[in-house]
Structures are given as structure tokens and as C-alpha cells.
């Protein structure tokens, strides 16, 4: 009875996590439609949606991001930043700890700093944390869920071309420190797309 109420409750957090994704991504969607025929709109705040994927020694994660601020200012400015994700740890790192399989999920919040550096580019730096949920499945016992909570900070460039709208850019060295009985720190480099509007 135990094996079968894990296994329900790991389907469920599996089917929440992609509904929170989907959700997640046509809210923000239906804002950026809105906000291009919205003539109130206002013109000095940059608007962005993106997609980051993120490379470490023993795992990579992805997470859709939304934040906002205002455009080509030269003061240090720290809007407030919302993501949801997953991260992949590396099987031969989870083999190491006689793990067979690990999900995690988390959805992020915090505050992003960015400086307008000219030409388009803007430097980044950032702190947030990361409630969340990591299944774990060993190769000797059932599969067991653990609420997660961690923090994390990253600095980086972001390039913004076209600042009324069009594609942007970004990179950024991410740290993060949590209670994950798996990886419960790492450092790693992040990759960032998405659009502006």
C-alpha cells in the first residue's frame, strides 16, 4: 500500500508541475498580447519572457521566466523576478549515491538586479529562493518525496537589441544552496533566451 500511495502522489506532482508550467506560460503569454494593444501602456517598462537552461558538473535544469523593469536606466534597479523549473541530475552522479532516479520541480521568486551598461546591455545580478519538491528512488527502497527550500544568486549580461520589441539574449554564473538530500549545492552556467515587449 505504501509503493502504491507514493507512486499516486508522484503522478500528482508530476501532473501539477505541468499544469503549473502550462498555466505559467499562457498567463504570461495573454500579458504580452495585451500589452501590445494596450495604448495606456507604459512605454518605459521593460517587459520580458524567457527560457534559461542552465549546465553544472552534475546536473542541468530548465525554467520559463517573467520579470519587468524599466528600460535604459542607468540606476541599479531590482524588479521582482518569477520562474518555474526542473532540474536533471547526471546518472552517474545519482549511481555514485545508489539513487536510480530523482525528479525535482521548483518554482522561484526573488529580486534581479540590472544596470544599463549601453548599447543594449544590461548587467545582472540576482538572489532568490526555491520552494519546491524532490522525488527520490534508490536502487535498494520505494521512492520518497521531501518538501525542497533553497536559495540562489547569479550575476551576468543580458543583451536587449531591440528595446520596444524583439528577441533577447543572456548568460550569468548561477550558485544555489538547498536542503536536497541529492545535491544540495552546486555552481553552473546559464544560457537565457526569450523575448521583450
Known amino acids: 500500500m505504501k509503493q502504491i500511495h507514493h507512486s499516486r502522489f508522484y503522478l500528482m506532482t508530476l501532473a501539477t508541475s505541468r499544469n503549473l508550467?502550462?498555466?505559467?506560460l499562457f498567463g504570461l503569454l495573454s500579458q504580452l498580447l495585451a500589452a501590445q494593444n494596450n495604448p495606456e501602456l507604459d512605454l518605459q517598462q521593460l517587459h520580458m519572457i524567457t527560457y534559461q537552461h542552465t549546465y553544472s558538473k552534475h546536473y542541468q535544469s530548465w525554467s520559463v521566466q517573467y520579470?519587468?523593469?524599466?528600460?535604459?536606466s542607468k540606476k541599479f534597479q531590482?524588479?521582482?523576478t518569477l520562474s518555474f523549473g526542473t532540474t536533471n541530475i547526471n546518472s552517474d552522479?545519482?549511481?555514485d549515491k545508489n539513487i536510480k532516479d530523482v525528479d525535482t520541480y521548483a518554482l522561484g521568486m526573488g529580486?534581479?538586479?540590472y544596470e544599463y551598461l549601453g548599447s543594449g546591455f544590461y548587467f545582472n545580478l540576482g538572489i532568490g529562493v526555491s520552494p519546491g519538491w524532490e522525488t527520490v528512488e534508490r536502487i535498494t527502497s520505494e521512492k520518497s518525496t521531501k518538501f525542497l527550500i533553497g536559495g540562489n544568486i547569479?550575476?551576468?549580461l543580458l543583451y536587449v537589441p531591440f528595446p520596444d520589441f524583439g528577441l533577447m539574449i543572456g548568460g550569468?554564473?548561477?550558485?544555489?544552496?538547498?536542503?536536497s538530500r541529492v545535491l544540495n549545492r552546486a555552481v553552473g552556467f546559464a544560457i537565457e533566451a526569450g523575448i521583450n515587449f
Open 154 to 156: 547569479n550575476t551576468g
Open 78 to 80: 531590482i524588479p521582482i
Open 67 to 72: 520579470r519587468e523593469f524599466k528600460k535604459e
Open 172 to 179: 550569468k554564473i548561477t550558485g544555489k544552496l538547498s536542503n
Open 21 to 24: 508550467s502550462f498555466a505559467l
Open 93 to 95: 552522479f545519482l549511481a
Open 111 to 113: 529580486f534581479d538586479g
